[in-house]
């Protein structure tokens, strides 16, 4: 069978699509680029806040106007499906089946029954969450990729008061080093050259698991691994970012300057009520230590603006800070109230018109300060990793301080052609807000 999988949300959902894709294709299915040659459709799903819900329910009605053309089957799985499986049964009569975010590995034999049943709906019961990680050994990610995920763990127990994901992905579970280092060699062996090392909380890896926190041990023997030229890491709890760490990515030179820290506040009311384990204080703490250990260290943070509560003030406290701290980069997005979370039923819930206005403003903020960023590297020379080459003949890539999809990029030309993958100096001649310009130069 010719099956499409449309991945939605973030990149831990594109890890579970590729395990997903290699177990069908070992059962005997192929999977396909296109839906319109597809025999069936699987949309992953994200379900972290109210506009992913709706670009989810948007994306698998689209897909079911396929089914107008000729019987396909739609196959939902992902967090929506996880976290509104009856409800999804009951209202999308189009999909053939829903599974839950634990089941990729039976995925294979799931629609096989589907099939051998001549086409009884399968409403599969959610899986429980297993007590460990849950190991697919087979991955198929894309043909000729220089820069790939790597999933280290599964879950999350920190317990913010606005988040889904635990009560949909289960408590933290760290996945054995063994497997870890295995799949990063044979992706290695395959022409990686960038690791992005992800997970709910990547700085949590090995507490439960081996009882102390082991990134920093985890790292350095990632770096060890022939081929890797970079590593990153995304999505750092700040409260367990340790001097260990701080030094191993300061003395490591495979692993890239660059980290990614969810503040989501700054406000110690703010951060109490949110159940986060930061204060003002240790924030402050943690950036100085990062700068002063890396002093080129390009530090991505995100922002909860609008949260329940968050008076003209606080929310003035935290454009101060991002003015006077100047990350190099940053996201923001507005509160979203989401049902069977603790914020959810907190009193003083602010208009949408407000939260907008805010996140809007804080945007606006981070762009000039992204400008002012970028302008100061206006003749430099860095290091880029060739990613693609425009329909003009305009080389397009990325820094070591640029996170693949989410962050800046360097538009170069170079008067020799160049191998996607390969890693070339660039002398940087003009600057945008969030994107480079620039020319190769040779060493």
């Known amino acids: 069978m010719n099956i499409y999988i449309e991945t939605l949300g973030c990149d831990k959902n594109t890890v579970d699509s590729e395990n997903a894709a290699a177990v069908l294709e070992k059962t005997g299915h192929r999977v396909v680029d296109n839906p319109v040659d597809a025999d069936a459709i699987i949309v992953n799903t994200c379900a972290f806040i109210a506009a992913a819900k709706a670009e989810s329910v948007d994306t698998i009605l689209e897909m079911a ?148 926190l082991m990134l920093p041990d985890l790292l350095r023997k990632l770096c060890r691994i022939e081929g890797i030229h970079w590593i990153r890491l995304l999505y750092c709890y700040e409260d367990t970012i340790t001097d260990e760490l701080i030094e191993t990515i300061a003395e490591e030179e495979k692993i890239c300057n660059y980290i990614d820290i969810p503040l989501q506040h700054i406000n110690d009311r703010v951060l109490e009520d949110m159940n986060r384990n930061s204060t003002t204080a240790s924030i402050r703490n943690t950036i100085e230590r990062l700068r002063k250990a890396v002093p080129d260290i390009h530090i991505r943070t995100t922002f909860i603006v609008g949260f329940p509560g968050e008076t003209e003030e606080e929310f003035e ?39 907008t206005s805010r996140c809007d403003s804080l945007m606006e903020m981070q762009r000039r300060i992204s400008l002012e960023r970028n302008e100061e590297k206006v003749g430099s020379v860095m290091e880029v990793l060739v990613e693609e080459i425009d329909e003009e003949g305009n080389y397009l890539g990325r820094t070591r301080f640029d996170a693949p999809e989410i962050d800046d990029g360097v538009i170069f030309s170079s008067e020799r052609e160049l191998g996607i993958g390969s890693f070339v100096n660039v002398e940087i001649v003009d600057a945008f807000d969030y994107d480079l310009v620039g020319k190769v130069v040779e060493n």
């Open 65 to 212: 106007e396929l089914k107008k053309e000729r019987e396909r089957l739609i196959i939902i799985s992902g967090c929506l499906a996880q976290r509104y499986a009856d409800e999804l049964y009951e209202e999308i009569p189009e999909a053939d089946i829903i599974i839950g975010v634990n089941d990729y590995a039976r995925i294979g034999e799931i629609i096989d029954e589907y099939v051998e049943k001549k086409g009884i709906r399968l409403k599969e019961p959610v899986s429980d969450v297993p007590s460990v990680y849950n190991e697919i050994s087979e991955r198929k990610t894309v043909k000729g990729a220089v820069s790939n995920w790597l999933k280290i763990s599964e879950g999350c127990s920190n317990a913010c008061s606005y988040c889904v994901i635990p009560s949909i992905r289960g408590p933290y579970r760290s996945r054995k080093e063994e497997a870890i280092l295995k799949e990063a060699e044979a992706l290695a062996a395959a022409g990686t050259r960038e690791l992005n090392i992800i997970a709910q909380d990547v700085t949590a890896y090995g507490r439960d698991l081996y009882g102390k």
């Open 317 to 355: 406290e935290l454009q101060d800070f991002v003015d006077e701290i100047r990350f190099d980069r940053m996201g923001a997005f507005t509160y979203s109230q989401e049902e069977n979370t603790p914020a959810a039923e907190m009193e003083d819930q602010i208009d949408e018109d407000v939260k």
